[in-house]
């Protein structure tokens, strides 16, 4: 019988990392089955983050995967050990979930251990760590800032779980600072603040991601500066990211700013080559695939910046090599991705930007730095500043230097506008990746 249960989980697990390798796991071979039993699979799971992660994340999947396996409708259940069964699991993945639930979801995959550190994150990664092993003693508030995807949410979720891994019994709240406003809206208008202050007061740790959110709302940042100074005069620890630094954030209170500055803030920055080699190598590690290095080198070419492409990259080329025979081959990859792949950024200035688009867009260098705000200026004026911010290592001041002094709100402004429609306008992505392309390529 036990060999029968072994053989059965044995095959699901290659089920899955067969056909699902994106969810699969190095941890799912620690995984034990206990038993099978009344059309139930009873599976030994010992950390909360991976039952979390498999309920959530994989469960129809691996349901899924049992019935292939075993041509038998088959249900899974994941315990902490033979006794107790884990029914408590909140869902995060419904989207009704209340703030409360969505606090206590850490992915098992934002570790220190799934970390890579490089050059660029160095600083970043290292506080963290000393924050969690002596939480509101190293550097309080510590504040983490940089572009989208380059591993924020990674590092505050390994500070927290590592804290939590110290002492289980830490009160920790960690959650985006979306929530932490809706949830203070509903507060002010259920009459529940009593309740919202006491949550977020009276509490070993706070972590709150993506505080940019704040801009311009008031009501909120007030309440902020007051759960700030409860925690920090308690010596309770509190860790922050955001998209820009402190003083960048728009329309943020300046008295946010300089508590937000008070500790350590520091800045992540895009990975190299060598890192964005290391990151590829572990995220296959992680989902059981085995890339040759000539593969690890052209996706990490290929995608520079953004590091959660990176592993989309890799998904897309290991989803292509199970289709053709299960071998990940370079050919395979410049299929799955097209082309050659790019060579290495060479130092591109403001000012090759400006020639490409004012170029591109038929308009001329003065009308940029003019004060017009005509769609047919101000657009290509705006495409400027993101490909500047996202090209160059310069700081949204220098940026707004360039098109008649304009402040580094309105360069951000400018970015995530574009941003937003590069995410959702067709059109415009290919015209900023023709001229990022010709940028890159030509120098
Ligand atoms: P951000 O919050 O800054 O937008 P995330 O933390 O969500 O970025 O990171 C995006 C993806 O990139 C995640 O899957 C994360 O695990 C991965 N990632 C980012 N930096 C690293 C790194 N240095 N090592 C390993 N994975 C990384
Ligand atoms: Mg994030």
Redesign the pocket.
Known sequence: MADILMEVWDNILRYIQRHHSDCWRNWFEQIEPLSLERGVLRLAVTERSWRQYLQQVCNDRLVAAAQQVTGHLISLEYVSDEQESESDIPSISSKSSSPQEELLYFSP??TFD?????PC?RLSHATCVAVSEAPGQAYNPLFLH??????????LQAASQAVLKNNPQAKIVYLSCETFVNHFIHAVERGGLYEFRHKYRYVDMLVI?DVQFLSDRERSQEEFFHTFNSLYQNRKQIIL?ADCSPAEIPKLEERLVSRFNQGLVTR?DK?DTE?RMA?VR??ALMRGINPPEEVIEFIARKVDSN??E??GTLTKVHGMAMLEGGVITIELARQALGDEPTPPHRQISISQIIESVTNHYNVRLSDLQGKRRSRSIAFPRQVCMYLARDLTPHSLEEIGGHFGGRDHTTVLHAYRSIDRLYESDNGIRQTIDGLVAGLTQNG
């Open positions: 995959d934002y799934n970390f890579v550190v490089g994150n940089g572009s989208v995807g380059l591993g924020k949410t990674h590092l991601d990211s992540m990975p890192t990151i572990k995220k590091i959660r990176l592993e």
